[in-house]
């Protein structure tokens, strides 16, 4: 029994228990140290949908919600904060059913003092869906094209980029004969949107993209033909959803999808077009795609929906 002198007296306990031999003693483990005394740091993929600051919570039978929590659920089932009319001077809320005017007669006066630009069609209403307003797209359904007059911004600006980008073995560069802006519906725009907005950090990137062109392009104004086995007609009237002979997608080294060229001369390898016209045809497009994804310089870039990218320019070139 152990005894203990303390200022002269003697303390002796009940007993003392000794530690146990050390071949028996277990050496705690060190693979898990410390993982008792700290909270892991919560992936992307933990954190809320709405504020995206806190972790999602997670029920105590495991189930995770996709909110951190009941404000933050409201917020995200409420949308976007609404703002004010889009008129200089109205505090009114302005409303998606009147392009972000609160009224009608709010989005006419905006067009009438230059605040918005008016309606192709009526030059009444402000435009809401490429150079159209609500009421005129609704009464044209369906892609449109618009013949660029070549001294017009937009023109100049994508003629000048084709031309930059271009970067074949051929050392002489093409020539830009005529530009169609195509103007796609707003399903096509609003599905293009949501693709982009459930990307973790999005950017929009210019490629071009080419088939087989039987029609004749460029030479009767800016129509599309109705023959399903034309490769540029058909994508861009379905937005990329149906090709030649309805194919519903390209077939390349990544499988099926949609492959597109940031390099115009690797997209004209594939372009075929008609003896009744003089130009070959290639589409520049709108494409989506994640911050960190490479994009090729000298090979096609894989898409996997046709949500990723839209037509944008239909191009009549000479090489």
């Not at 001077?89 to 009608?104: E, I, M, P, Q, V």
């Not at 802006?181 to 599905?191: F, G, Y």
């Not at 929009?204 to 460029?218: L, T």
């Amino acid at each position: 029994m152990l005894s203990i002198t303390c200022r002269g007296h003697v303390i002796e306990p009940a007993s003392c228990t000794l530690p146990p031999p050390i071949s028996s003693f277990t050496m705690p483990s060190l693979l898990h140290w410390g993982s008792r005394q700290k909270t892991p740091t919560p992936v992307q993929n933990d954190l809320c949908d709405y504020c995206g600051q806190k972790p999602k919570f997670i029920e105590p039978g495991g189930s995770r919600h996709a909110y951190c929590s009941r404000s933050c659920a409201k917020k995200a089932a409420q949308g976007p904060s609404p703002s004010a009319c889009a008129l200089r001077g109205c505090r009114a809320t302005g409303k998606a059913a009147f392009s972000d005017f609160c009224s009608d007669e709010h989005g006419k006066q905006a067009v009438a003092l230059g605040q918005a630009k008016g309606c192709d069609a009526c030059h009444e209403f402000p435009r809401a869906s490429g150079d159209l307003c609500l009421a005129c797209d609704r009464k044209f359904p369906g892609v449109r094209l618009k013949d660029l007059a070549s001294t017009s911004a937009a023109y100049n600006d994508l003629r000048v980029q084709f031309m930059s980008e271009w970067d074949g073995l051929n050392a002489v560069r093409p020539k830009v004969d005529k530009i169609f802006q195509i103007v796609v519906p707003r399903d096509i725009r609003a599905r293009h949107d949501a693709y982009r907005s459930k990307q973790r950090v999005p950017r929009e990137i210019r490629v071009f993209h080419s088939a087989q062109c039987i029609c004749d392009m460029g030479t009767k104004g800016p129509v599309l033909c109705d023959f399903k086995s034309c490769g540029i007609c058909r994508v861009v009237k379905s937005s990329f959803n149906e090709f030649a002979f309805g194919e519903k997608f390209n077939i390349g080294r990544f499988g099926e999808g949609i492959y597109s060229y940031h390099n115009p001369s690797l997209a004209d390898a594939h372009a075929t077009s008609a003896t009744s016209t003089p130009y070959r045809v290639m589409i520049a497009c709108d494409a989506s795609v994640s911050v960190e994804s490479e994009v090729p310089d000298e090979e096609s870039l894989f898409l996997p929906s046709a949500d990723a990218i839209v037509p944008a320019f239909i191009i009549m070139y000479s090489v």
